[in-house]
């Protein structure tokens, strides 16, 4: 895997194949690292929007990645939310339950009752994954 650097943007990309990117984002601990997909078309946008992708975990378990725009009064957005225009009134559902995989064909727009009702039915929530030195593995108990 072939890491790459884009002027004023902070975090190390590679390609994941030729649609996919790959964002790395390192806690600021040095403890953890994630991985988080994008589309490659999608790359430009975050790029001139944001200086960096982040990691905060929603609940305390589950990771999503949020970009920090370039304004400098340090105003941020869910990574997937800002992919795919997401109104405020709704909520965007990963169809794999994998909130590291930020490819639109993995994101959806909905209410946060169909959300919570396929959480429910399917009794997942959050990433199923987890990141350990830069490969991406499955949480055990899967």
């Known amino acids: 895997m072939s890491w790459f650097k884009i002027d004023g943007f902070k975090n190390r990309l590679t390609y994941f194949d030729e ?15 994630y991985n988080i997909m994008i589309d490659k078309h999608n790359l430009p946008k975050i790029v001139e929007a944001g200086s960096s992708v982040h ?6 378990k589950y990771p999503y990645a949020y970009l920090v725009f370039r304004n400098g009064n340090g105003e941020k957005i869910l990574l997937h939310r800002f992919i795919i225009n997401c109104p405020k009134d709704k909520v ?9 995989n930020n490819r639109e064909n993995n994101l959806k727009v909905c209410t946060f009752g169909d959300n919570s ?3 429910r039915l399917t009794g997942v929530g959050g990433s199923k994954f987890t990141i350990a030195n830069e490969k991406r593995t499955q949480k055990s108990g899967w």
């Open 55 to 60: 990691i905060m975990n929603i609940a305390g």
């Open 19 to 33: 649609d996919t990117v790959v964002i790395e984002v390192i806690t600021r601990d040095k403890e953890h690292c």
């Open 92 to 100: 965007v559902d990963h169809f794999d339950f994998d909130t590291l």
């Open 117 to 119: 009702h396929k959480k």
